[in-house]
């Protein structure tokens, strides 16, 4: 191994083959080991807590939104991801109905870490839970705007 000095101001430093410092060396290698041992916890919850609040903003409000990311810190940094399961209660979609209980499961995941898009997905699955009255509602919205929309096409159209 070659040693460089590196003269900054009125001091040198011992650098290694790339240019960095002991302490810069030390603190690289602490990161490293503790991400390789698993300590990478902060990682994960991190990256789940960005994913409800894209939720929030994508899907829709929900009572709450759990998420649960599966793989390496290592691969999860990198944009391959194992693993999500997303659980959402009371989940109010955009076209107005509110879904008392959505899971979504995807596998195989590769992430663009740069946009946070999804580039790839193996499998994707999810089952969504309507209450009747929900559901009710929801219909006769939708019929009494359809009312709506063909009364004003009705009267606009010639006789």
Not at 142 to 159: G, W, Y
Request: proline fraction near 2%; hydrophobic fraction near 40%.
């Amino acid at each position: 191994m070659h040693r460089l000095e590196q003269v900054t101001g009125c001091r040198s430093q011992v650098v290694g083959p790339v240019g960095l410092t002991r302490r810069a060396l030390l603190v690289l290698l602490c990161l490293v080991f503790a991400l390789l041992s698993g300590c990478g916890g902060g990682i994960k919850r991190k990256v789940e807590s960005g994913i409800a609040k894209s939720l929030q903003q994508r899907l829709g409000p929900a009572k709450t939104y759990s998420v649960k990311v599966a793989g390496s810190t290592m691969s999860i940094v990198s944009g391959k991801i194992d693993a999500v399961e997303i659980s959402g209660e009371d989940v109010r979609l955009a076209k107005g109905i509110t879904v008392a209980r959505l899971d979504v499961n995807l596998r195989d995941l590769v992430v663009d870490t740069g946009t946070q898009e999804i580039r790839k997905c193996r499998s994707a699955t999810y089952s969504a839970a309507v209450s009747e009255r929900e559901l009710n509602r929801y219909l006769v919205t939708c019929a009494m705007e359809t009312h709506r929309v063909l009364s004003a096409a009705a009267t606009c159209s010639p006789a």
